[in-house]
């Protein structure tokens, strides 16, 4: 069955099953292949993407609960203003090492930031909780997002 979706404000059609991961329309239909699979399950946050501005887990978001939804992914997010703030103190600050994980974790910092532009440490941890990088990059993380806040103030 073909689905219309809207990815980073453009439209686009899958030719695809219902049950197919939206994960799996935007690696091998649609070529963005910045959205990381982990672990399947919804519990490592490497596929995380906004559905309407709030973090969903791709691996586990069927094509056909999409509908309507505008879907952000990490091709777009350095286009909205809290992302760019977000990308910004991730180099700043070396956040990554490997960088696998990283696309999950800079959307759901993004998503934290625009619904909380000054996050406290107990916000932070709470948000970040469902992202898993086994680098350990997580005190940088932290920090990246305390400077992207900070930065957002300032402007």
Known sequence: MAYKIRVNGVDHT??????????????????MTGTKFGCGMALCGACIVHRDGAPIRACVTAIEEVGDSAITTIEAIGETSVGKR??????????????????????SASALLAKNP????????EAMSGNICR??????IR?????AAKSGVEN
Do not use: F, H
């Open 135 to 140: 680098c350990g990059t997580y005190v940088r």
């Open 86 to 107: 977000i990308q910004k103190a991730w180099l700043d600050l070396e956040v990554v090492q490997c960088g696998y994980c990283q696309s999950g974790q800079i959307m």
């Open 14 to 31: 899958a030719d695809v099953d219902a049950d197919t991961p939206l994960l799996w329309v935007l690696r091998d239909i649609l070529g």
């Open 143 to 147: 920090e990246a997002i305390k400077q």
């Open 118 to 125: 000054n996050p406290t440490d107990r916000d932070i941890d």
